[in-house]
């Protein structure tokens, strides 16, 4: 698909990945819709808006359904129709299951996975209508392989996979492609608490001995929205990390 002049939304996107894939979007021409639970500053919409191209930025909660619905209007009303969205926001809070309460559980499925069907359900609506559009999922590797103290955060995103799948199939037949994209160790602000011993011993297990950064992974979203015959796949970015037969 032809990025230039179209219109991405993506979520969770004031820092890290999300923002990353933002500037990656701009500089393909697509004007942006910078979205978080807190309001978007000035200065990170300048930034976006100086590669000339339009930037707004629409604040809310995505694992509320009507929330959601409101900022997708609002954007709309300013953009116009959106072509791609990628649902990148998403929370942790790692606790051994034996430590971990039910709020703990259902508050991380509520933004990595209901706030996924929120935004995709509204919005995929639309595309159908409008017979194309791309939809990129952040899920993660913990999807995949699980990781010890993340049984909510894993839960979340391998079900980010599996809804991948299914709206890959049911949105096919009107050229809408999804995707999912399972980051590894990427250095982020969440990575940057780990110990430097951590952090050494995590490097060990990956294949190419370092970890990524925001930039891997948004060339990656990029591809994935350039790329019409590609869809129900899910891209790890990960070093190596988790490899398939």
């Known amino acids: 698909m032809e990025l230039k002049g179209k219109t991405a939304f993506i979520t969770g996107s004031s820092r890290g990945i999300g923002l990353a894939i933002a500037h990656a979007f701009a500089k393909e021409g697509m004007n942006i819709i910078l979205n978080g639970r807190k309001d978007i ?15 707004i930025g629409i604040s809310g909660d995505i694992s509320d359904y ?11 009303s300013q953009l116009g129709a959106i072509s791609v969205l990628v649902n990148n926001a998403g929370i942790t809070n790692d606790k051994l299951l034996l430590r971990m309460a039910p709020s703990d559980f259902e508050d991380v499925l509520k933004i990595n996975l209901v ?4 935004m995709t359900q509204l919005i995929v609506k639309k595309m159908m209508k409008q017979r194309s559009g791309t939809i990129i999922n952040l899920s993660s590797v913990s999807g995949l392989i699980g990781n010890i103290g993340q049984a909510n955060y894993a839960a979340s995103k391998a ?20 995707n999912a ?20 011993q995590v490097t060990q297990t990956i294949p190419l001995q370092s970890f990524g950064t925001v930039e891997d992974v948004a060339q990656t979203a990029v591809f994935l ?15 190596g990390l988790v490899m398939h037969d």
């Open 41 to 55: 500053s000035k200065e990170m919409i300048d930034s976006i808006a100086s590669y000339g191209v339009t930037c």
């Open 66 to 76: 009507d929330a959601a619905k409101e900022m997708i209007e609002q954007a709309e």
């Open 115 to 118: 706030g996924t069907f929120n």
């Open 159 to 178: 079900g980010v996979i599996g809804f991948t799948k299914t709206v890959a199939r049911e949105a096919a037949a009107r050229g809408i492609t999804c």
């Open 181 to 200: 994209i399972a980051p590894g160790f990427i250095q982020t602000d969440m990575t940057e608490v780990l110990s430097d011993k951590v952090k050494q």
């Open 225 to 239: 929205a350039k790329s019409p015959y590609i869809t129900g796949q899910v891209v790890n970015v990960d070093g």
